[in-house]
């Protein structure tokens, strides 16, 4: 009894610090921008969030070139009032009292500023450190430091930065360049290495943004940009919501899991700057930074924890002791506590700390016992399941059951392996029905391309069904490229990288398994420069699909039905197109070891590859001749339209 108020602060004060271990570890520095909107909260309320560990007072937009400088804090403060804006004083000194860095930001997208000359530069160097470093700008505060945040082009920097760091006084310079690199504005004062902190837009630059699609880009402008600014710590400059930005927006399970584990690799790398506050605040954005790693599920489940025994049992009531608010006020999510206290395993129960909103996180340990009350507060208490004596009698029973299952599982086993030779030889009749000279291999998993001599096989693949949905994205809609008689074609990439075209026989389609057959036997044995390529195809369960080559730049009647895309095919293009169609048909009708007629020839059909190269394509409804055959009748009506 006399143990327990001494041991209580010790594990409180344990369990804290592995906390605010995991947390700094999660999403290390967070800067804001804090001062374009007039509902973003005080500059108090910014810094009493804990979260940010620099906060940059946009923007004095209006300087240099004789003009008197400005600031702009939209509705925050009036600078042309008598008092100005020395009232935000009292807020900055709380903020640094939190150990909160405090820079003002210089610029912005809407200011009226230059620098005409190295002596404007000093002068204007001069003009921040007797009013914001000398005290007079926010009372008799003194600003932690200068951040450049220049979107048009102005000289003169690398003067304005070697002016501030002359002074005596420290002072950390700060600069935003966009993620293109180098940046159009920011290079030569960056090129001074006098900067401490480089927070890089990774949005309103399409062309370097993080995508799911397309994270080379991305990465390659990161690795650019950490190694530039080796002497800086480099921040990943993000928007703080889709409405932030007009692009750029990364949510935060794909940067928690995504990109954050990639770019910390470097060496300089800072943490994560957000535009803005404002947007900040609406999203919770920041917050779910530093909250993730807490609320991420163990691999594996903590030795004390077992699914099937334990689980979490809603109660109302209280416990018998203080709790250890493990979040006050952040708006997590019950999932979230809950994984806390799982991953904790002297964790006996949880509860939001604000029940009206469901906000925080609170956690009581062992020692702390539940106390039923219907009037109580509603806390979630790990439930413990006790062995009974009719488990024992239920494993008895299964234990002389075992021998029948272990027969009837056999059985289900000896049907799955028929039903599977039966899918074989069924793919193994189609494959002698296609027939042909060239060599059919199975390729299971991972289609890779095997080389002979440096030059590409032209085999066919017979592909597993996986990796077909695996390089459509599941057939999902923003693959699929277009329909035809055959059934819907879809853009896919190959587990090696390669892109291609997949074609999926559809059950209404009017075609059938004889087109598909038919068109297979002749792609497979057909090679012409103006003939599409087979690369494989799969004839896994009851799907017929067709895996050719992608083309890029679409088909013919994508150009010649449009008035504004006709204008691409200058006659020089046409020349070549009609006369690749030419020499594909002279090739199938002459040349090739089959007489072929298409017969569904028309400008749909005909693709376009990177350099508008024509390829015929869609050879289902194609018919074979004799080499001596000129002529045949037919019943079948065959043609799309």
């Not at 290495?193 to 990161?222: I, M, R």
């Not at 190269?613 to 289902?620: A, E, H, T």
């Amino acid at each position: 009894m006399t143990r327990t108020p001494l041991l209580q602060p010790i594990i409180l004060l344990f369990l804290l610090l592995i906390i605010q271990i995991r947390s700094s570890e999660s999403g290390d520095e967070v800067a804001v921008y804090w001062g374009q909107n007039g509902n973003e909260g005080s500059l108090t309320e910014t810094c009493a969030t804990r979260i940010y560990t620099t906060v940059l007072i946009s923007f004095l937009s209006s300087f240099g070139d004789g003009q008197t400088p400005a600031l702009n804090l939209a509705n925050h403060c009036d600078p042309s009032s008598p008092s100005g804006c020395k009232s935000i004083g009292t807020e900055i000194k709380y903020c640094q009292q939190q150990g909160i860095k405090i820079m003002l930001s210089l610029g912005g997208s809407a200011g009226n500023y230059s620098l005409s000359s190295p002596k404007d530069a000093q002068n204007f160097a001069d003009y921040l450190w007797n009013t914001f470093f000398g005290g007079g700008g926010f009372q008799d505060v003194i600003l932690d430091g200068i951040d450049f945040d220049i979107e048009v082009p102005m000289p003169y920097l690398d003067h304005l930065a070697r002016s501030l760091k002359s002074h005596s006084r420290k002072l950390y310079l700060s600069a935003a360049p966009q993620c293109p690199f180098p940046d159009a504005h920011l290079s030569d004062a960056l090129n001074t290495n006098l900067f401490n902190y480089v927070w890089v837009q990774f949005f309103n630059n399409p062309s370097c943004e993080y995508s799911q699609g397309e994270t080379d880009s991305f990465f390659t402008a990161w690795n650019q940009w950490a190694a530039s600014v080796n002497r800086s710590k480099i921040f990943l400059g993000l928007p703080a919501s889709p409405d932030a930005s007009g692009s750029g927006y990364v949510p935060v399970d794909l940067l928690v899991s995504k990109v954050l584990p990639t770019v910390k690799k470097s060496p300089n790398y800072g943490g994560v700057m957000l535009w803005s506050r404002y947007y900040d605040r609406l999203s919770g954005y920041s917050t779910n930074i530093r909250i993730t790693p807490l609320c991420t599920p163990l691999q594996s489940a903590p030795t004390c924890r077992s699914r099937d025994k334990n689980g979490f049992e809603e109660r109302f009531g209280h416990m018998s002791s203080d709790s250890v608010k493990v979040y006050e006020t952040e708006n997590l999510g019950g999932q979230c506590c809950e994984t806390i206290c799982w991953n904790n395993c002297s964790c006996q129960a949880h509860a939001p700390v604000n029940q009206a909103n469901n906000s925080g996180c609170q956690i009581w340990l062992k020692g702390s016992r539940f106390i039923e009350d219907a009037a109580g507060s509603k806390v979630f208490v790990v439930r413990h399941k006790v062995n009974r004596w009719w488990i024992w009698l239920i494993v008895g029973v299964g234990a002389s059951l075992a021998l029948p299952l272990i027969c009837y599982l056999c059985y289900v086993s000896l049907r799955k392996y028929k039903a599977a030779v039966d899918r074989k030889m069924k793919q193994k009749k189609i494959l002698h029905d296609i027939g042909g000279n060239a060599m059919i291999f199975m390729a299971y998993g991972r289609a890779k391309r095997n080389k002979k001599q440096g030059k590409e096989r032209n085999e066919v693949e017979i592909f597993c069904f996986e990796s077909i949905v695996a390089a459509t994205n599941n057939f999902s809609d923003a693959n699929r490229l277009g329909e035809g008689g055959f059934g819907p074609v879809y853009k896919g990439t190959l587990a090696d990288g390669q892109e291609v075209a997949i074609k999926r026989l559809s059950k209404s389609s009017g075609q059938g398994l004889t087109e598909f057959k038919n068109e297979a036997k002749l792609m497979a044995k057909l090679q012409h420069t103006n003939l599409v390529r087979l690369l494989g195809l799969c004839i896994e369960r009851d799907e017929r699909t067709l895996v050719y080559e992608y083309m890029p730049n679409k088909s013919l009647d994508f150009y010649l039905f449009d008035a504004s895309r006709r204008n691409v095919l200058n006659w020089e293009k046409q020349f070549n197109i009609i006369d690749g169609i030419t020499q594909g048909l002279l090739y199938l009708h002459k040349y090739s070891r089959l007489k072929v007629i298409h017969r569904d020839l028309k400008a749909s059909n005909i693709l376009l590859d990177e350099e508008m190269n024509p390829k015929i394509s869609d050879f289902g409804m194609a018919r074979i001749f004799g080499l001596r055959e000129s002529e045949e009748n037919t019943n079948r009506v065959v043609g799309t339209r």
